[in-house]
């Protein structure tokens, strides 16, 4: 948002502080503005201090930004707000759990403790290896379940039916289940037959056999079934329906001894984690919500008086009734866009706005029915929707409609009316209404949308508006390709790279498929004696061919360098040591060899893994196609790739939609665990195992869980919430592409799809790579989080006369940036004069607004300083690291030095044989002074002494 002033029902929102808020609030409508001035209104009241407003967010750099906001609306200071609860759900349970909880397990019949030292384990390939340790240990245990494990394809997958257990507040206790747990288990055959009921109406008025008849004409293909499974016919019956009666046939089903395993796994394992002293996001809901369900008196102490939730789409039931039990009134604001809820894959559930009110009734008397938890009034409840859109033009807001309302696949029906019933539409605030919306096919469809980006890059008829509201003609920058899936992308960047398109993948990676974990794992391999293997990979990295591979495999006559190297990797006594060794060998030092060594030091660390287990851990991590964040930035000016669900909350002047191809988007099959947990139909179990069935064991379908499957429509409407976003990131531009079989959406939108012929040249461009400054890795896990700014002392900067404001200061920093980035700005005041003849008298290369990140270890946590660097100036012989301050005086420079002082640390690790220095330059009097650097100690010593709790846990 832009304007200064909030607009009229932002305004409404604002001032409304009391009582319970609905706010429906679209894509680009302002959510953050309007959130961070409502809590600023809300701690200016009398008697209302920070702890007493709840602010939820869902990610540490949204709570990161939203108390920025605040401190720039309200007399509180940043370092009065850093311990205000203003952070994710996972970080306040962590908080509550720290403080109060460490007894909370005992609620459920388990006798170890949460103690200060129980670390969180974020890295899903972590907890993976952690619990593949658990399910040895737990079969082992437990003969009396072998049937169930031999009916298991991947025992591991048992750990995604927990995490969406516990999000769903499905818990286990001593004796059985928490609460009344076990009813979601078990199902709702009322719900279930409405759906079945819906899905076996005949079509065109009787005429034609209903959906479900017409689906189950598949029933038993590719399947094994045991003796008592009903044939086809018994199962469609005769007529356009299938018999009523089959809805409570396939329904009741014998799961008794199916829930004791689960049950058994779950609590046995919250048990493994607590001996093993860590937990993971799922368990820290789910013990703070045990605690504060169980212990009264502590309710009623951590309650807040207002309770604020952003992004509510994306919250887990769980999370709905936390927010609840941690209001004491009812002053709760809940803030959402239901077209937006595309993370269901995270356990988020879009019927907590959808059916806010139903809900928060529902959930109420489910809390209170066995003590009076919830003492507030739960209405009326206050409906407020933002619609006034400060991102798109009125074209593209229009168009992002229709996705709503069209099919995703032929078999899909949408119910237009109920979703027409739901929108609210958005209005344009563009200053321009210069929009282009096209498709495009080709077989070719990689180089199609390279050959696209061509074409729009400098093209006036796709002009995008500048800082200032003008239009100008679009750069690489501009551009965003979005996919719904990661495969295309990856496989984009590798054809822009043959071409010389800038361009840069920003998101989750396929970690292991990368070449630096290819090479890792064959060095792992030939140390751990599958030569083969590993030496394959080896020596055609070394450039011999198939040929000569494998003659040098038959011989084993390995080149004498590789087999000293060989022997070197032996004498190496720790596994990052030896990552690190090959890594350097082969010139990987990016970020990806960074996440990659991390990542396997950290299951090394957390796992009684041998090596050898490694290399099996490497090769199903493959296999799985696991996924981390990796980051790797082309450069300030290049088109930017990434998956929809990574540009949720992002916008770009031009968005091309790729890939919109079937079985692409959405995605083909189906999946999902052998052992299963869906509304309304509760767990079900999709393979079973019989030693007596046919005289042979064997593992055999189940034929109840088919047909259930088959009653149970897909979720095609976040598909279609997924397009939706995709279309709503575009400010200005939107372009669909698609290959040989363009899907359903390119199809029923109201958009002309032209057939196309690449005609694709290699670019000259120049060099414009400025990578992001990282030592390793940025660490998304906190615990705790800082800026140089949080080491600051305010007080300095008090009662100081003569000073200029934020304002100037930013125009200044500004100005500078332009201008050493070579636009054609002129200075307007004497500061900016001096910074003119600063830069004009440097001879090297200038980096500008760097990010630079700091990750240390202060006491045992992880801590990551990240800040953002105004001008690194570099030399073949040294880098100077220059901050500009327009101070009259210089009374902040003891504070400036800690500033510094990180971003010296992090530059450091990025030019090792440099000469670098820091340095400040006063912009007023156009003199700059050297400042005296911080060592390690001191800034861990400057963290340690901030005192902020390990609140900033990222979700």
């Given amino acids: 948002m832009t304007d200064l002033e909030p607009n009229d029902q932002q305004r409404e929102l604002i001032d409304s502080t009391d009582g319970l808020y609905l706010v429906d609030a679209g894509a680009g409508t302002g959510k953050t503005f309007t959130v961070t001035r409502r809590y600023a209104n809300i701690v200016s009241q009398p008697g209302v201090e920070p702890d007493d407003v709840l602010l939820v967010t869902f990610t540490n750099n949204a709570a990161a930004e939203m108390r920025e906001r605040i401190v720039g ?63 040895d240990r737990f079969s082992d245990d437990h003969p009396e379940y072998d049937d169930f494990f031999r009916a298991l394809s991947d025992p591991t997958g048992l750990l995604d039916l927990l995490n969406q257990l516990a999000a769903k507040g499905v818990f286990p206790d001593a004796e059985g289940w928490y609460r009344d747990g076990e009813r979601h288990l078990d199902g709702d055959f009322a719900a279930f037959k409405a759906q079945f009921d819906d899905l076996n109406e005949p079509r065109n008025d ?29 199962i469609r019956g005769s007529g356009k329906q299938v018999p009523d009666e089959l809805a409570r046939r396939v329904f009741e089903e014998d799961r008794e001894a199916l829930k004791e395993f689960v049950h058994d796994v779950y609590h046995e394992y919250l048990q493994f984690a607590l001996r093993r002293n ?140 109920a979703v027409d019933d739901r929108i609210v539409s958005l209005e344009s605030n563009a200053d321009h209404e210069n929009t282009t919306i096209e498709a495009i096919q080709s077989d070719e469809e990689q180089e199609a949308v390279l050959a696209k980006i061509q074409d729009i890059v400098g093209n006036d008829d796709y002009r995008v508006e500048d800082e200032d509201g003008d239009l100008r003609a679009p750069e690489y920058g501009d551009i965003a390709v979005l996919t719904r899936t990661r495969d295309f992308g990856r ?91 090959v890594f350097a060998r082969y010139g990987h030092d990016g970020p990806t060899a960074d996440v990659v060594l991390h990542t396997l030091q950290s299951v090394h660390d957390a796992t009684t893994q041998t090596r050898g287990d490694l290399v ?30 990574a540009t949720k909350g992002l916008e770009y002047p031009i968005v091309v939609l790729a890939n919109m191809n079937s079985g692409r988007f959405p995605p083909g099959g189906g999946g999902g665990g052998d052992i299963t947990y869906t509304d309304p139909v509760g767990l079900r179990q999709r393979h079973v195992y019989s030693a007596e069935a046919y005289g042979l064991p064997h593992v055999y379908d189940n034929w109840q869980a088919d047909v259930l499957q ?46 196309v012929t690449p005609d694709l040249s290699e670019i000259a461009s120049d060099e414009t790579a400025q990578t992001t400054f990282q ?25 100081v006369e003569g000073g200029r404001g934020t304002e100037f200061g930013t125009k200044v920093h500004d100005f500078a940036e332009a201008y050493a980035d070579g636009e054609d700005v002129a200075p307007r005041n004497d500061d900016e004069e001096n910074v003119v003849q600063f830069l004009d ?57 800690k500033q510094l002082s990180v971003y010296y640390h992090v530059v450091r690790e990025v030019y090792p044989d440099r000469e670098i220095t820091a340095s400040i330059l006063y912009t007023a009097q156009g003199t700059r002074r050297t400042v005296e650097l911080l060592d390690m100690s001191e800034i861990r010593a400057l963290v340690r002494d901030t005192g902020t709790s390990s609140a900033d846990v990222e979700e």
């Fill in 73 to 135: 609306n309200c007399h509180y200071g940043m370092r009065e707000l850093a311990d205000a609860p203003i952070q994710t759900f996972h970080s306040l349970c962590h908080d509550l759990l720290e403080e109060h909880g460490h007894a909370a397990p005992t609620y459920l019949g388990i006798d170890d403790r949460i103690t200060g030292s129980t670390r969180l384990v974020e890295d899903e390939l972590v907890e993976e290896a952690l619990f593949g340790e658990f399910v």
């Fill in 206 to 234: 009787g005429r034609k056999q209903s959906v479900l008849r017409s689906k189950l004409g598949r029933y038993g293909q590719h399947k094994c079934y045991l003796p008592d499974a009903p044939e086809k016919s018994d």
């Fill in 278 to 417: 860590y937990l993971n996001f799922g368990m820290l809901q789910l013990f703070a919500f045990v605690l504060l369900c169980e212990n009264h008196a502590l309710r009623d102490e951590v309650a807040f008086e207002y309770v604020m939730i952003d992004e509510f789409q994306d919250s887990s039931e769980i999370q709905f009734k936390l927010a609840l039990l941690l209001a004491g009134t009812n002053n709760v604001c809940v803030v959402g866009d239901w077209k937006q809820s595309i993370y269901s894959f995270q356990y988020a559930d879009v019927d907590n706005i959808v059916e806010f009110e139903s809900r928060l009734d529902r959930f109420v008397d489910q809390l209170n029915s066995d003590h009076e938890r919830i003492t507030y009034p739960t209405t009326p409840v206050n409906t407020i929707k933002l619609v006034e859109n400060y991102r798109s033009t009125q074209e593209i807001l229009d168009f992002s409609e229709h996705g709503l309302r069209v099919p995703a696949a032929n078999r899909d029906d949408v119910d237009v009316d």
């Fill in 491 to 581: 496989e984009l960047l590798g054809t822009a790279e043959e071409y010389g398109l800038p361009m840069a993948y920003e998101g989750g990676i396929e970690l292991f498929r990368t070449d630096q974990a290819k090479l890792l794992l064959a060095w792992l391999r030939i140390l751990e004696d599958d030569a083969d293997r590993g030496w394959a990979v080896v020596l055609e990295r070394a450039g011999y061919t198939l040929d000569e591979v494998d003659a040098i495999l038959d011989r084993e006559a390995y080149p004498e360098n590789v087999v000293a190297f060989r022997e070197e990797l032996r004498e190496m006594d720790t596994l990052g040591g030896v990552a690190r060794r």
């Fill in 616 to 645: 099996r851990f490497v090769e199903r991590a493959i296999e799985a196609g696991s996924t981390h964040e990796v980051h790797a930035g082309a450069g300030t000016d290049s088109v930017t790739v990434q998956t929809i669900h």
């Fill in 710 to 755: 088959k009653c149970l429509p897909r979720n095609y409407d976040e598909e279609r919430r997924l397009l939706y976003v995709a279309i709503t990131r575009a400010k200005s531009h939107v372009v669909f592409t698609a290959g040989e079989d363009p899907n359903t959406f390119v199809e029923e939108l109201p958009v002309d799809v032209e057939s």
């Fill in 775 to 799: 030592i390793e890795m940025p660490v998304r896990e906190g615990p705790r989080g800082h800026t140089p700014h949080t080491l600051m002392r305010d007080d300095v900067f008090e009662d």
């Fill in 841 to 897: 008298g440097l001879d090297g290369e200038l980096l500008v607004e760097e990010d630079a990140y700091l990750p240390l270890t202060v006491d045992g946590e992880r801590v990551t300083i990240s800040g953002v660097v105004d001008l690194v100036h570099v030399t073949p012989d040294r880098v100077e690291i220059v901050d500009y301050k327009t101070d009259r005086g210089r009374h902040g420079e003891d504070e400036y030095r």
